[in-house]
């Protein structure tokens, strides 16, 4: 199972402790940003490549050079690995004969302002180049793009910043790795995750020093959540690469049984978590009013059934079978209306889904809006298919007669992603959804949170 978004990832260290910190998209895409600024279309990083490696080894980096696409495999932001991959690089150096070991890896993605012709390099450098994302100059002609500097093997087959092809899709989550739980109050927990500022930052520690066990906690930008599927993928990613840990267990004091799983093999997650299967509801008031804030008054007779996962504080807004999922994607919810709906804190976020008429590779699409905890729409939501998948499930068996062994969802939103997921039994006879996904690392940075 893969979930066809991307997650893109930021390595970050802080000044006053060492952590770090992943931004992902999920494959659900993952993305990952550090505490950085945003000028105009890109980011802007100080000392993003780091100083860990010692002076006298070398890197080992992906290397070509592309205009146009004459060497696809480089363009590639998911497949790099066809292009030439050279081990302990060296390089020359300016006024000096002779080679001399390289201490980075660079990337520029970009095209041209003038003529729109693509430019894709990945090389090993001496040096650490500026990150950034804008305007450059390259053999005279002026480009608009990015520029990656890293510094361990190979880190430059990610794809950094906001790529000019259009080719990013998925949900982007901060990971921040911590000696323990309580070495960062709550309360910096939060401040961090309003400033990343994206649906998700994710806090992993290890609960002890003699199991693979490990803390997880999530937060948008103004709460807590309890449970958050693509920033699971980007923290598991993560663990697998710098710490090794291929079966990943999770706690938190609202989920003691939570699984991730390293597939060396497709370089992929798969988590393991709980089936939140939802229950008809009731209509009431606060309901037809959610309905008309999310599908709007003319339109209510496109909805065919409402559920409610009391786990998850998800409303499932299931609408007609259609061909397509245009209808969907043009769906645009009154947010400002929805956050003055008083539904005693039940509703934490409305799923909206719809099957095909014919299947043709997707079982089901859906859309996610969660107002309520800062987040108007989510990209990509892994939690969201811990509901749907036994929803879909349920209503496969029933009105066609199917048992479907595993869903390809997509999730609809303006960035897209496509889950697989499957419904599970454990060996406590209980029901589990598992979700596949795969990450990249996006970039190395700095966090100073002195005063």
Same mark, same amino acid.
């Given at each position: 199972?893969?979930?066809?978004?991307?997650?893109?990832?930021?390595?970050?260290?802080?000044?006053?402790?060492?952590?770090?910190?992943?931004?992902?998209?999920?494959?659900?895409?993952?993305?990952?940003?550090?505490?950085?600024?945003?000028?105009?279309?890109?980011?802007?990083?100080?000392?993003?490549?780091?100083?860990?490696?010692?002076?006298?080894?070398?890197?080992?980096?992906?290397?070509?050079?592309?205009?146009?696409?004459?060497?696809?495999?480089?363009?590639?932001?998911?497949?790099?690995?066809?292009?030439?991959?050279?081990?302990?690089?060296?390089?020359?150096?300016?006024? #000096?004969?002779?080679?001399?070991?390289?201490?980075?890896?660079?990337?520029?993605?970009?095209?041209?302002?003038?003529?729109?012709?693509? *430019?894709?390099?990945?090389?090993?450098?001496?040096?650490?180049?500026?990150?950034?994302?804008?305007?450059?100059?390259?053999?005279?002609?002026?480009?608009?793009?990015?520029?990656?500097?890293?510094?361990?093997?190979?880190?430059?087959?990610?794809?950094?910043?906001?790529?000019?092809? $259009?080719?990013?899709?998925?949900?982007?989550?901060?990971?921040?790795?911590?000696?323990?739980?309580?070495?960062?109050?709550?309360?910096?927990?939060?401040?961090?995750?309003?400033?990343?500022?994206?649906?998700?930052?994710?806090?992993?520690?290890?609960?002890?020093?003699?199991?693979?066990?490990?803390?997880?906690?999530?937060?948008?930008?103004?709460?807590?959540?309890?449970?958050?599927?693509?920033?699971?993928?980007?923290?598991?990613?993560?663990?697998?690469?710098?710490?090794?840990?291929?079966?990943?267990?999770?706690?938190?004091?609202?989920?003691?049984?939570?699984?991730? *799983?390293? #597939?060396?093999?497709?370089?992929?997650?798969?988590?393991?978590?709980?089936?939140?299967?939802?229950?008809?509801?009731?209509?009431?008031?606060?309901?037809?009013?959610?309905?008309?804030?999310?599908?709007?008054?003319?339109?209510?007779?496109?909805?065919?059934?409402?559920?409610?996962?009391?786990?998850?504080?998800?409303?499932?807004?299931?609408?007609?079978?259609?061909?397509?999922?245009?209808?969907?994607?043009?769906?645009?919810?009154?947010?400002?209306?929805? *956050?003055?709906?008083?539904?005693?804190?039940?509703?934490? $976020?409305?799923?909206?889904?719809?099957?095909?008429?014919? *299947?043709?590779?997707?079982?089901?699409?859906?859309?996610?809006?969660? !107002?309520?905890?800062?987040?108007?729409?989510?990209?990509?939501? $892994?939690?969201?298919?811990?509901?749907?998948? !036994?929803?879909?499930?349920?209503?496969?068996?029933?009105?066609?007669?199917?048992?479907?062994?595993?869903?390809?969802?997509?999730?609809?939103?303006?960035?897209?992603?496509?889950?697989?997921?499957?419904?599970?039994?454990?060996?406590?006879?209980?029901?589990?959804?598992?979700?596949?996904?795969?990450?990249?690392?996006?970039?190395?940075?700095?966090?100073?949170?002195?005063?």
């Amino acid at each position: 199972m893969i979930m066809k978004s991307s997650t893109n990832a930021i390595i970050i260290r802080v000044n006053f402790f060492k952590f770090t910190a992943i931004y992902s998209m999920i494959f659900i895409l993952l993305i990952i940003n550090e505490f950085i600024s945003f000028p105009n279309c890109g980011i802007n990083i100080s000392n993003a490549a780091g100083t860990n490696r010692k002076v006298s080894s070398s890197i080992s980096c992906y290397t070509c050079n592309s205009r146009n696409e004459t060497d696809i495999n480089c363009h590639d932001p998911f497949n790099p690995a066809m292009s030439k991959y050279v081990e302990n690089c060296k390089v020359p150096k300016l006024n #000096h004969i002779g080679v001399f070991p390289a201490r980075f890896c660079v990337k520029v993605v970009g095209k041209t302002v003038d003529t729109d012709e693509s *430019l894709m390099i990945r090389a090993c450098a001496l040096e650490s180049m500026d990150n950034q994302c804008g305007k450059f100059k390259f053999e005279g002609s002026l480009y608009a793009g990015c520029i990656l500097t890293c510094d361990y093997d190979g880190c430059n087959h990610i794809d950094a910043f906001v790529d000019p092809t $259009g080719r990013f899709t998925g949900n982007p989550a901060a990971v921040i790795v911590l000696p323990r739980d309580d070495y960062l109050s709550d309360e910096i927990k939060q401040k961090i995750a309003a400033e990343f500022n994206l649906s998700e930052t994710v806090y992993v520690s290890p609960v002890d020093l003699q199991s693979s066990q490990w803390s997880i906690r999530w937060f948008t930008p103004k709460a807590e959540v309890k449970l958050c599927g693509h920033a699971t993928v980007a923290a598991s990613y993560i663990l697998a690469k710098i710490k090794n840990e291929k079966n990943l267990r999770y706690k938190n004091e609202y989920n003691e049984k939570l699984g991730a *799983l390293y #597939h060396e093999e497709d370089d992929s997650i798969e988590l393991d978590f709980p089936s939140n299967e939802p229950q008809k509801i009731e209509d009431s008031e606060w309901l037809q009013q959610i309905k008309k804030a999310i599908i709007g008054d003319d339109h209510l007779d496109q909805i065919v059934s409402i559920y409610y996962s009391m786990t998850t504080g998800k409303l499932l807004i299931r609408l007609r079978d259609a061909d397509n999922d245009d209808y969907l994607q043009k769906i645009q919810p009154n947010f400002q209306r929805l *956050l003055q709906i008083n539904t005693n804190n039940r509703i934490k $976020g409305v799923i909206v889904t719809q099957k095909p008429n014919n *299947l043709n590779r997707i079982h089901f699409w859906s859309r996610y809006f969660a !107002p309520w905890v800062g987040i108007n729409e989510d990209p990509v939501t $892994g939690s969201a298919h811990t509901v749907l998948t !036994p929803f879909w499930s349920r209503c496969y068996q029933i009105e066609c007669n199917q048992t479907i062994k595993e869903f390809k969802a997509k999730q609809s939103s303006l960035r897209t992603g496509i889950l697989i997921c499957q419904l599970k039994i454990d060996h406590a006879n209980n029901r589990r959804v598992s979700i596949k996904g795969k990450a990249r690392i996006f970039c190395h940075g700095e966090i100073d949170l002195s005063v």
